[in-house]
């Protein structure tokens, strides 16, 4: 058990690592008088069916009473309203009170979801959340940010803290190569914000990581909760060094609206918006050319640089303007200082940001 991670004087999270169940084995941080349920999708239910038995299994005799497993459909597409509504009916048909602790046990969509009706069922009920993809582990899981897809990504949602954050790293073995690999991206742009050394890190990481060296694994995921849980800690609330964060996510999920999240991964969004914000970033001569590169190299090691559909300018616009931390006329994307690659933010025009933008065709090439 690692220490407690407080985000604000009335919220903490506990974060634990383990291989498997086998060393899961006291629930004593867990509230034996409430009633659990846990949220899953159809496809995590059938690759981790026994996992899934057991578990329940541990919280049955925990709580001496059943657990309800609610089951909706995961991926991006079913990150919205309707299915938000349905997990709403089922818990109301389980008759579900305020004292049920939801447990979210799946990748970002069910996490975030889960996050988000927790949040707001019944004006809020405590959860946990036992991410089963490398993406929610490193990344979707950690720092209270949840929500669902209305008119745009991530247009409704709150920000509130899981009670456990849970991890098993054996969950991965089940995950095909495309949905382990999106989550590459967070990994990269994680360590782009901690500077050239973390960078140069991962490159020498990436046979192992390829290869799912269960010891490399867990040092990765570790290092990367510690270094998102550093970042939201000072800033829990996003109005300023958190959205540092926001790197690639401005032009990545533009380009996961633009193709109704069904052409691109989250993760394959984020590697191609970052490639195309270094891209903006140079030609705007906010960051050297060369170092723009050197992001590009990285991402494109990591096989991340695949297909890209290039925009119309009407459509980037579109979709900029929908952009919920844009204020006005004006985006903020994240930078780096031209010498010492810290971190920073800048303010753009977006018609400034679309006139460039229209240009780029490959987001290998500068
Ligand atoms: N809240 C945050 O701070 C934050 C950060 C990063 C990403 N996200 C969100 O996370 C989402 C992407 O998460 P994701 O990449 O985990 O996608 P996902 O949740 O859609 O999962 C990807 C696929 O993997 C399957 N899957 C999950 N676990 C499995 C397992 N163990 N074995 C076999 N199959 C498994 C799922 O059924 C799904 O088909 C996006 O909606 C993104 O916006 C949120």
Not at 82 to 108: E, F, M, N, P
Not at 135 to 151: C, E, Q, T
Not at 224 to 236: H, Y
Not at 303 to 330: E, R
Request: charged fraction near 25%; include cysteine.
């Amino acid at each position: 058990m690692r220490p407690q991670f407080k985000t604000s004087y009335h919220e903490t999270c506990t974060i634990s690592f383990h291989n498997n169940l086998t060393t899961f084995t006291s629930l004593k941080a867990f509230d034996k008088s409430k009633r659990v349920v846990f949220l899953t999708s159809p496809k995590v239910r059938s690759a981790q069916s026994q996992f899934i038995f057991q578990l329940k299994k541990k919280f049955e005799r925990h709580t001496k009473k059943s657990v309800d497993i609610i089951i909706i459909r995961d991926g991006e597409p079913h990150k919205n309203l309707q299915t938000y509504q349905k997990i709403i009916s089922k818990l109301v048909a389980l008759k579900c009170d305020r004292h049920t602790h939801l447990i979210a046990i799946g990748g970002g969509v069910i996490t975030d979801m889960a996050g988000f009706v927790a949040t707001t069922f019944m004006r809020g009920i405590t959860f946990s959340f036992i991410p089963t993809t490398l993406m929610a582990m490193v990344d979707a899981s950690v720092g209270g940010k949840n929500g669902l897809d209305y008119n745009g990504k991530n247009l409704i949602g709150t920000i509130a803290q899981p009670h456990h954050l849970i991890i098993f790293t054996d969950l991965l073995a089940t995950l095909n190569t495309r949905d382990y690999h999106s989550a590459w991206a967070e990994v990269i742009k994680h360590a782009l914000l901690q500077g050239p050394q973390a960078i140069k890190k991962i490159s020498r990481y990436k046979d192992r990581i390829i290869k799912r060296d269960s010891k490399t694994i867990l040092k990765l995921i570790k290092e990367n909760i510690d270094f998102k849980l550093r970042i939201v800690s000072q800033d829990v609330n996003d109005s300023h060094t958190r959205q540092w964060l926001n790197l690639g996510h401005t032009i990545g999920h533009a380009l996961e609206t633009a193709t109704d999240f069904k052409t691109y991964t989250h993760g394959e969004a984020v590697a191609l918006g970052m490639a195309l914000e270094m891209q903006l970033l140079s030609k705007l001569n906010i960051i050297p050319f060369e170092f723009a590169q050197q992001v590009i190299n990285v991402l494109d090691e990591f096989g991340l640089l695949g297909k890209f559909n290039p925009l119309p300018a009407s459509t980037w616009k579109k979709l900029l303007q929908k952009d919920k931390k844009k204020k006005g006329q004006m985006l903020t994307l994240t930078a780096f200082h031209p010498s010492t690659f810290q971190p920073k933010l800048v303010s753009l025009d977006i018609d400034e940001v679309v006139k460039c933008l229209r240009l780029l065709k490959n987001p290998k090439i500068i």
